[in-house]
């Protein structure tokens, strides 16, 4: 095992970090295509972004291989971390890949001029998710959440002349700000109670300055409470859940997808790093508070998300309320993690890693799907869909898998996903919530087979859309076709990924 000491080094940045400088770079090299006077610019960005996302995760997965670890500065560059730095480098190239043909080819010419930065902040956002999992120093973490979140809110309202967008844009720029400050109130209160801003100083033994007793437990419990409410914004769960519809809804498709999956996986990473690191086995404050106040969020968001999904009929706020009612079950996740004995804790890790990565592709597949169907005009309400199958046999197929997956319907990944992580509620004894996450599992099948039931039993002219007669390039079949395949593999062959987590943990 190759352990790289912390000294102010680039060589050694860069033997731990170079994933990471690798999309930094990529950003910057992507800015840099709009200057050319070449009409292929497009291209030449795309390519530039899909090498750098593709190359960061190579680079990942060669230091598992190679189980290079180490801290530099506030980062923490484990096999842990290195995961979720694939999750999100995948993710950000399957979703640059489909997303060429419609930034080149829609309606709007304005898209045209600003392909390259709307790619570019995608490589920027993902470098903020990246050091967001790999953080263990509260300023890095909140300048990595800054990074993520700002270019975050210019792609949702990166179509400057339509009104909804610069709505939607407004609104998560004001509500991801207020719970930035939030977290940033309980960052203070916990750096009150332990003078230090290292996350591990939780775990190495506090420093309680002139804090003793009670009070030092109230700021520790406070603290903690703060910013996991900041973390339940950026996950989108129940209260904290009314901007996700809206926004997603305003953004486009793309970024609509990017974010449905890359901020899920950057936020549960960091909300995990963090409890793995601050409550200890022999911490001085109870942790029933954070237990409590997670399962009753974790209950709601699953109750109330499924339930609202039933009566939508947009695509997008069906996929909002989707993402919402997944945030919910990994919440339920992170309760038997912090619940769990530590023999318990790595199994419920693993199952949520893989639950992570498995939602992650199921939701870039979905929005693959109807990224290229709205390459014309962006496809609104689930009726645009109407006979989809006759026009678009390979395309139905696709969201079919996806959707029924995302449902948790055998032998496709998002049933052993579910069966992983939920069999965990079971084994530490969370058998109400277990029983509620089953039965609103299954409650979510209605919503996710209304666009099955469009595309095949409805009839195309009951649609009165031109979407549905979109033309699907090479590439993007390919892409599709090997995500369909990844799911189909997921589901039959579950223990392999399974086993690939366990050696890490």
Do not use: C
Request: no cysteine; glycine share 8%.
């Amino acid at each position: 095992m190759v352990e790289i000491e912390q000294n102010f080094s680039f060589s050694q940045l860069w033997d731990l970090g170079y994933p990471l400088l690798i999309l930094v770079l990529g950003s910057f090299a992507a800015l840099m295509t709009s200057l050319l006077a070449s009409k292929r610019v497009f291209l030449w960005t795309t390519i530039v972004t899909v090498f750098s996302f593709s190359l960061s995760a190579l680079g990942a997965i060669l230091q598992i291989k190679n189980k290079v670890s180490g801290v530099f500065f506030g980062l923490n560059f484990d096999g842990y971390g290195q995961v979720l730095s694939i999750f999100i480098a995948l993710i950000g190239a399957m979703v640059t890949m489909i997303s060429y043909h419609y930034w080149s080819h829609h309606d709007e010419s304005s898209q045209k001029e600003i392909i390259p930065e709307t790619l570019a902040l995608m490589l920027f956002s993902a470098v903020g998710m990246q050091l967001m999992v790999f953080a263990q120093n509260w300023i890095v973490f909140i300048l990595a959440l800054e990074v993520m979140s700002l270019a975050l809110y210019i792609l949702v309202g990166i179509r400057r002349h339509q009104v909804t967008s610069a709505e939607g844009a407004l609104k998560y720029f004001l509500l991801g700000s207020v719970a930035a400050a939030i977290m940033l109130l309980g960052i203070s209160f916990l750096y009150g109670a332990t003078g230090s801003l290292d996350i591990t100083s939780f775990s190495q033994g506090y420093s309680k300055l002139f804090l003793t007793g009670y009070l030092m437990e109230g700021m520790v419990k406070a603290g903690l409470l703060l910013v996991v409410v900041g973390f339940v914004f950026k996950v989108a769960a129940v209260p904290f859940h009314f901007w996700a519809p809206d926004v997603y809804e305003a953004a486009p498709m793309p970024v609509t997808g990017f974010m449905a999956t890359g901020v899920k996986v950057a936020a549960f990473g960091a909300l995990l790093r963090v409890l793995m690191t601050i409550l200890p086995e022999d911490a001085l404050y109870t942790t029933d508070f954070l237990v409590i106040f997670l399962g009753m969020v974790s209950v709601l968001t699953i109750v109330i998300a499924n339930i609202t999904a039933l009566r939508q009929k947009s695509l997008k706020r069906v996929l909002a309320y989707s993402s919402i009612a997944h945030a919910g079950y990994l919440l339920l996740g992170v309760v038997t993690y912090i619940n769990a004995h530590a023999a318990q804790q790595a199994a419920t890790l693993q199952a949520m890693l893989l639950y992570l990565g498995v939602y992650s592709l199921l939701t870039v597949g979905a929005f693959s799907v109807l990224t290229v169907l709205s390459t014309k005009k962006e496809l609104g309400d689930i009726s645009d869909l109407n006979g989809l199958a006759k026009s678009q046999p390979l395309l139905s197929a696709a969201l079919s898998v996806f959707l029924l997956a995302l449902a948790g319907i055998p032998p496709l990944g998002g049933f052993f996903a579910k069966y992983f992580l939920f069999s965990q509620f079971i084994a530490n004894h969370l058998y109400k919530a277990a029983v509620i996450a089953i039965l609103f599992s299954a409650v979510s099948l209605y919503y996710y087979l209304a666009p099955v039931v469009a595309m095949y039993f409805m009839k195309p002219e009951e649609s009165g859309s031109s979407l549905t007669e979109a033309k699907v390039p090479f590439y993007s079949k390919i892409v599709i076709v090997g995500m369909m395949a990844l799911v189909f593999y997921t589901g039959m062959f579950p223990q392999g990924l399974m086993g690939l987590l366990q050696n890490l943990f």
